[in-house]
């Protein structure tokens, strides 16, 4: 089945930029998500990027895809204080279940 | 749009106590799902649905039940609460089940069992 991993903690300073890493299993063809958490919230869809592609870019945020290496990432760039959340990736394999299957979820620390 | 509403926000209850967490969208969405939040766990999938009538269990289902009897309500009932089942509950809903379709997140219920 899916699995997928993602460190626990990043700690920036504001201002930098972070980039938060993610590793998934094998599917043929795969939906990837990055999903944000508020503290005290649910978790809201920041983005989204199909395995067909290698990069997508919205405003503050890039996504990369490396589908060799089965590896994702989401970078903040100009890092704030609002941006201190947990960042969830997710995977969802087309031709299966249509379930997404989340990490753990990384911790995000933005330091004034 | 209230989008996906999620009631009580915080419970406590007894071990062997029974209780129903509620989930509504107004949303006219068809799936709707339960997940656990544990730290360092992620997000655990406990049951689904794709639709009234139809139900199914996730990654994590014993201990709970529920039901879909309208396309806006998904129950979510602990049947004999243990001090395991002491988590953060999400309601979360989307149009379909698909690749490009976003899931849409309850702000959450939080259980202790004692």
């Known amino acids: 089945g899916e699995d997928v991993e993602q460190s626990l903690f990043l700690s920036v300073r504001e201002g930098d930029s972070s980039v938060i890493n993610c590793t998934y299993t094998?599917?043929?063809?795969?939906?990837l998500y990055w999903y944000k958490q508020e503290p005290g919230a649910g978790l809201q869809l920041l983005t989204y990027?199909?395995?067909?592609?290698d990069m997508k870019q919205d405003q503050r945020l890039t996504v990369l895809l490396n589908k060799k290496d089965k590896h994702l990432s989401l970078r903040i760039a100009d890092t704030q204080t609002g941006d201190s959340a947990i960042y969830f990736c997710a995977e969802l394999a087309t031709g299966g279940s249509y379930i997404p299957t989340f990490g753990r979820g990384t911790s995000l620390i933005v330091h004034p | 749009n209230a989008g996906v509403t999620q009631t009580p926000k915080f419970q406590v209850l007894k071990t062997g106590q029974s209780m129903t967490l509620q989930c509504a969208q107004d949303m006219n969405h068809e799936y709707m799902s339960w997940y656990r939040q544990d730290p360092g766990m992620g997000l655990r999938l406990i049951h689904y649905s794709v639709g009234a009538g139809i139900t199914d269990q996730g990654e994590v289902p014993n201990g709970y039940n529920v039901s879909r009897s309208t396309t806006e309500d998904f129950p979510l009932r602990l049947l004999s609460a243990a001090p395991s089942q002491t988590s953060v509950y999400f309601c979360?809903?989307?149009?379909?089940?698909?690749?490009?379709?976003?899931?849409?997140f309850g702000s959450g219920t939080q259980l202790s069992v004692l």
């Open positions: 990027i199909f395995s067909n592609m």
């Open positions: 094998d599917s043929s063809s795969t939906y």
């Open positions: 979360a809903s989307s149009y379909s089940r698909g690749g490009n379709e976003k899931l849409f």
